[in-house]
Every structure is written in structure tokens, then in C-alpha cells.
């Protein structure tokens, strides 16, 4: 099958002209909201009222709640996790810098969980009776037979 150099142009142009326009729906085949053509499911879905942006939670939001339990869905399970401590993580040496140092509210949560949760690092969906429900990334810690999971969390100020 042969094509003419106009051909092999115009559908050159054509498809790059998909990628500028719609990219998403020229690779994929799905739209996005990147796209023209917004998807709408994703523009208009429901925000639960309890629950806060969990950029807007600094460490102060967390200290009445040291001793307080979070809820976690693994799988078909729920495991509580009791907030043990936050520790104020300073930041590193600050000898060798190009300018400025930027200020943080940097912090460590320790929650000894219930039931064992996955070896591996992951991020979990918490919730709490006052707070809501949030996204944290959590990791294993050992200490001695107790479960504990670690967050750090660090947020511009």
C-alpha cells in the first residue's frame, strides 16, 4: 500500500492536531479534564462533609486527639489505630544552602494499630469522629511485639 506525500501529511496533521486538542482521548481513548472535552464525572463529584483537605491539617490540629483511635479499612476489615505521639521533626543542617531556608510545620504521628497492616508502605484512608476522613501515607515500624505505624508529615508555612 502506497501513500502519496499529501496524504502521509494531512493524516500527519490530522493526528497531531487529536494529541494538541485531546490528548487524552487520542492515546487513551478516554476523556480527562485536561481535554476540551471535560469529563464530568470528575468535575462533579460529591464532597463528603466531614472531611477537610488534609493540606489544611497542621500539628496542632492533631495534638487534642494524642490517645484518640482512627479507623482503617483493610481490605474487608476495620483496624483502630490509637495516635500515640507527634514529635516535632526539625529540619537538617542548614550550612550548605543556596539561599533561603523555607519554613515548615514538620511532624511525626505514631499510631499503634489494633491488628498488623501490611509490611509495606502505603497510603490509607483514616477516619475519625471529629476530624473526618483523611488520606495518610503510613509505614511499618518495629517496637518490639506492638504494631506501629509511622506518618511524617510536612507542610509549607
Known amino acids: 500500500m502506497s501513500f502519496s506525500r499529501r496524504r502521509f501529511l494531512s493524516t500527519s496533521a490530522l493526528v497531531s492536531a487529536a494529541f494538541v486538542l485531546k490528548p487524552a482521548v487520542a492515546a487513551l481513548g478516554k476523556s480527562s479534564p485536561w481535554s476540551t472535552g471535560v469529563n ?6 460529591k464532597i463528603d462533609s466531614t472531611s477537610k ?8 490540629t492533631f495534638e487534642p486527639y494524642v490517645g484518640d483511635v482512627f479507623h ?11 495516635l500515640m505521639e507527634l514529635t516535632t521533626v526539625e ?18 504521628m505514631k499510631f499503634h494499630a489494633s491488628k498488623q497492616l501490611p509490611a509495606t508502605a502505603n497510603a490509607y484512608h483514616l477516619s475519625h469522629a471529629k476530624l473526618g476522613k483523611f488520606d495518610l501515607f503510613m509505614n511499618q515500624a518495629s517496637n518490639g511485639r506492638a504494631f506501629v505505624q ?8
Open 40 to 45: 464530568r464525572s470528575l468535575t462533579h463529584t
Open 53 to 60: 483537605p488534609f493540606h489544611a491539617y497542621g500539628r496542632e
Open 72 to 82: 482503617v479499612r483493610v481490605g474487608k476489615k476495620t483496624i483502630d489505630l490509637k
Open 91 to 108: 529540619p537538617g543542617s542548614t550550612d550548605i544552602s543556596a539561599g533561603k531556608t523555607v519554613r515548615t510545620d514538620c511532624f511525626s
Open 150 to 157: 509511622i506518618a511524617f508529615v510536612n507542610h509549607l508555612i
